[in-house]
């Protein structure tokens, strides 16, 4: 059973920064991309950013230059560095892990709150 838990959401001023941590436990094996979605109230749920297993990195245009994404390989663990954070950013940020290569498992965190006042 894989676990995966996020913390380090909260409520910010614009222009405030926040970093999001997510750490994967339990029975992981080859770790494949570890990422972050965030999904605001009446909206779909989108790609913040992404980071695969060898090291290359997505980003959300709307968020290119303010959030940087990282992990710690050993610890199975994912960070969003989020800089410059303005209201549109106010979502639930969820934590992503996808396991294995040619089989593949995905795996969810419960999501921790953002929320960005102007």
């Known amino acids: 059973q894989v676990q995966v838990v996020e913390s380090g959401g909260g409520l910010v001023q614009a222009g405030g920064s926040l970093r999001l941590s997510c750490a994967a436990s339990?029975?992981?094996?080859?770790?494949?991309?570890m990422g972050w979605y965030r999904q605001a109230p009446e909206k779909q749920r989108e790609l913040v950013a992404l980071i695969i297993s060898g090291g290359s990195t997505n980003y959300a245009d709307s968020v290119k230059g303010r959030f940087t994404i990282s992990r710690d390989i050993a610890k199975n663990t994912v960070y969003l560095q989020m800089n410059s954070l303005n209201p549109e950013d106010t979502a639930v940020y969820s934590c992503?892990?996808?396991?294995?290569?040619?089989?593949?498992?995905?795996?969810w965190g419960q999501g921790t709150q953002v929320t960005v006042s102007s």
């Open positions: 339990g029975s992981i094996f080859s770790v494949n991309r």
């Open positions: 992503y892990v996808r396991f294995g290569s040619i089989l593949t498992y995905d795996y």
